[in-house]
């Protein structure tokens, strides 16, 4: 009798562990893939310039990964920035551009602004863009 019931446990002990095994390939076939890019530039000086003037400049990426790499969002620290998602995913070893329209309208001074760049990779991307932007409308004395 003992023995049967060691037989029955051990029965269970593994057909759970067989059945947990299952569903952890389940929830990895539902992952989406993660892959990698680089940019060729992460930053870009706008030099100097009136205020008013808008600016385009494109960033330009590599898919460097292994799977399809997605743009899912572009955030901007500032409202005076647009940026451009591309539409398709973009193959492994493809190139790919992020459009960012800069405008330095209502802007003085030093300018840093920031884009961060999430897509399906293990981190976000940061871009900046640099100007110096001269305004005639303020009179601001150092």
Wanted: hydrophobic residues 35%.
């Amino acid at each position: 009798m003992k023995y049967l019931i060691l037989l029955v446990s051990f029965a269970l002990v593994i057909s759970c562990q067989h059945k947990t095994g299952n569903k952890n390939t389940a929830e990895e076939k539902t992952k989406p893939a993660t892959t990698q890019f680089e940019f060729q530039d992460e930053m870009h000086n706008f030099g100097k310039l009136e205020a008013g003037e808008i600016l385009v400049y494109t960033f330009v990426f590599t898919n460097t990964g292994e799977h399809d790499l997605l743009i899912e969002n572009i955030e901007t620290d500032c409202g005076c920035i647009r940026a451009t998602i591309p539409e398709k995913p973009v193959k492994p070893e493809g190139k790919g551009l992020i459009e960012v329209e800069f405008d330095s309208a209502g802007l003085w001074g030093r300018q840093l602004k920031s884009i961060t760049v999430q897509a399906n990779t293990e981190k976000t991307k940061q871009l900046v863009i640099f100007a110096e932007v001269n305004n005639k409308q303020l009179n601001i004395k150092n």
